[in-house]
């Protein structure tokens, strides 16, 4: 598979020999600073080359786009795979005083949030919900930063239906897993920029092992995509180091519920099951606890747990 950065430059190499001195400029620039290309409008290429408006325009067109704003669409997967995080940072620093950063972090996600309503096919999102429900067993993957995200969709699917594995570690137990899996078997992998390589190792090894890939990342040129056989594009506008995943948790969470709404029964059975788990285990906090602790306290007349200051008078 042609990488984003090899496929842009062989387009630019194509066409390069019938540029004018003027596209040439353009091109130059491109090649040799194409990581900052991402973040400049059409003026400022323009200003930068020494060139007008149009010119950037007609290059883009050369190029075999519409214009520039589908020629930036297409170079985003090139940003989202070649920014180290030192890079992100940089552009992620505050320019505008006027915002705050978490005025302008929530802002990125709520864009994403509407990003996502608007993009999403609900009929493909069915579809998927369909697939994970009728799989008699899935696995779910996704390492480094994305390895938070198949722990909580992994987690929440446990609540609603059996036969669930969760693996962000790549463990022997899961490839040995894949190689004796029934014909009934999914895996859903979860994996967004910068994209690791186990991520695209294991569902090449479960594609051997015949077991069907449900994918989610950020763009249809995502290694994650061209190897899934269903799959939902949940693309991330703003580029930080810091991962802004707000609407990604919101598309899982709503997946979740939508499988559990095709079987009530058997969402309700796993559901109290897993109460009656945790319950017996004693997980989770209750008010029982309150009470437990306060008739400790009086019977050892202990009045606090943290030593205090002395009074100085």
Known sequence: MKSAKKDLFDKIA??????????????????????NIFLMTAREIAEKCQVSEPTIIRFSVDMGFSGYTEFLQYTKGLLHTELTGAERLRR???????????????????????????????????????????????????????????HHFGYLLKKVRPQ????????????????ESGPNTLMVAIAF?????????????????????VGFSDTPKSPIITLSD???????????????FAHVIAFLGALVHEIAFLDNKEAMHCILKFDRGVKAAEEFYTEEDVDQRLVYRERTKITSLWPQKEDKE
């Not at 949030?113 to 994970?132: D, G, R, T, W, Y």
């Not at 594995?165 to 040995?176: A, G, M, N, P, Y």
């Not at 690791?196 to 190792?201: G, N, V």
């Open 164 to 179: 669930v594995v969760i693996d962000t570690d790549l463990s022997w137990e899961l490839i040995d897993s894949l190689f």
């Open 193 to 213: 920029p910068r994209y690791p390589r186990r991520t695209i190792e294991i569902l090449e090894y479960a594609k051997k092992c015949n077991v069907p890939v």
């Open 14 to 35: 194509r066409i390069y020999p019938t540029l004018s001195p003027k596209k040439r400029r353009v091109a130059d620039l491109i090649m040799d600073d194409y990581k």
């Open 230 to 244: 269903l799959y939902m594009v949940l693309d991330i506008e703003g580029v930080s180091f810091v991962d802004p």
């Open 92 to 150: 992620s620093s505050p320019k505008d005083r006027a915002e705050t950063t978490i005025q302008s972090y929530c802002r990125n996600a709520i864009d994403n949030l509407n990003n996502l309503m608007a993009s999403v096919s609900v009929e493909e999102f069915k579809q998927i919900a369909a697939k994970i429900h009728r799989a008699d067993k899935v696995f779910v993957v996704g390492y480094r930063a994305s390895g938070t995200l198949a």
